[in-house]
């Protein structure tokens, strides 16, 4: 009898053992999550240019232009805001997430990295145009996909 009990309590320790480890889990999950759709997200707009990048982005998202200046909002003020910049074919904007993290939450996160401007000229060599930092924000939305909520960023300093 003595015996069952000991086995009983050694599975017991074992259970909530693992149910902490499972508490603990979903935030490594959300940050992989969260670095994958950052991937995709940069994916989607090399192939799809402004549809695909606009296509990551919530109704409400807000976006500031690495160069500076005010908030827009909404996805309207954002491909406002950035035409220009998919507009022309020969350019790609291109980044790599480097982190990214979950809020306590666990239906928003971030992701951080570095872009480039990549001028690709029909004859010759792939050409950097500019450099910089990124933060984005996003939220889990009702389909169960990352959406972006904020993005925005910093340019390089040019080199000398």
């Known amino acids: 009898m003595k015996q069952r009990w000991i086995v009983a309590l050694v599975f017991l320790i074992g259970i909530g053992?693992?149910?902490?480890?499972?508490?603990?889990?979903?935030?490594?999950?959300?940050?992989t999550q969260l670095l994958d759709a950052d991937r995709a997200f940069a994916k989607t707009a090399a192939e799809k240019g402004l549809e695909g990048w606009l296509?990551?982005?919530?109704?409400?998202?807000?976006?500031?232009?690495p160069l500076g200046g005010k908030a827009h909002v909404g996805k309207a003020a954002i491909k406002e805001l950035d035409?220009?910049?998919f507009a022309d074919a020969k350019r790609l904007l291109t980044w790599e997430p480097a982190d990214g993290g979950a809020f306590a939450d666990g239906k928003h996160g971030f992701t951080t990295g570095k872009f480039k401007i990549l001028s690709k000229p029909a004859e010759g060599k792939?050409?950097?145009?500019?450099?910089g930092a990124y933060v984005t924000w996003w939220r889990m939305g009702e389909d169960g996909r990352w959406k972006v909520i904020l993005d925005t960023g910093s340019v390089d300093p040019p080199k000398p």
């Open 126 to 131: 792939e050409e950097v145009v500019r450099t």
């Open 55 to 65: 296509s990551f982005m919530t109704d409400d998202a807000v976006r500031i232009s």
């Open 83 to 85: 035409a220009a910049l």
């Open 17 to 31: 053992g693992w149910a902490i480890a499972q508490r603990e889990q979903p935030k490594a999950d959300v940050k």
